[in-house]
C-alpha cells in the first residue's frame, strides 16, 4: 500500500501564508497525478490544485493566481504554497496521490488519501 502524510497546516490571519507537505511513501511503482484537495465544515470536498507527472499543474478558480502546487518526484512529495489567504480558504486539506503500487503478486493501480490537515483563516 501507499501512506500520504500532510504537514503544514495551522492557524493563519487574512492575508497571510502556509506551505502544505505531503509525502508519499510505501509500495509505490510510480505516482501519477498529485492533487489538494479540501473540505470546508458544511461544504463537499473539492479539488484545490493537481499537477500531473510531467505535466502542467491546474487550479481551481478560487486557487488561481493565490496558491502554488509542486512536487519533487525524487522525494514522492507534493507542495501547496498558499498566498493572500482567505477566511473561505478555511478548511481541511486532503493530499491525493494516483499512481501503480506494489502488492503481491503483482502491481495494481490506486487512489490514495492522506488523513487530512486543517487550515485556519482567521483575524
Known amino acids: 500500500q501507499v501512506q500520504l502524510v500532510e504537514s503544514g497546516g495551522g492557524l493563519v490571519q487574512p492575508g497571510g501564508s502556509l506551505r502544505l507537505s505531503c509525502a508519499a511513501s510505501?509500495?509505490?511503482?510510480?505516482?501519477?497525478?498529485m492533487c489538494w484537495y479540501r473540505q470546508a465544515p458544511g461544504k463537499e470536498r473539492e479539488l484545490v490544485a493537481d499537477v500531473p507527472s510531467g505535466g502542467n499543474p491546474n487550479y481551481a478558480d478560487s486557487a488561481k493566481g493565490r496558491f502554488t502546487i509542486s512536487r519533487d518526484n525524487a522525494k514522492n512529495t507534493v507542495y501547496l504554497q498558499m498566498n493572500s489567504l482567505k477566511p473561505e480558504d478555511t478548511a481541511v486539506y486532503y493530499c491525493?496521490?494516483?499512481?501503480?503500487?506494489?502488492?503481491?503478486?503483482?502491481?495494481?493501480?490506486?487512489?490514495?488519501w492522506g488523513k487530512g490537515t486543517l487550515v485556519t483563516v482567521s483575524s
Open positions: 491525493n496521490a494516483k499512481g501503480i503500487y506494489y502488492s503481491a503478486p503483482g502491481y495494481k493501480i490506486g487512489d490514495f
Open positions: 510505501g509500495c509505490i511503482a510510480r505516482i501519477n497525478a
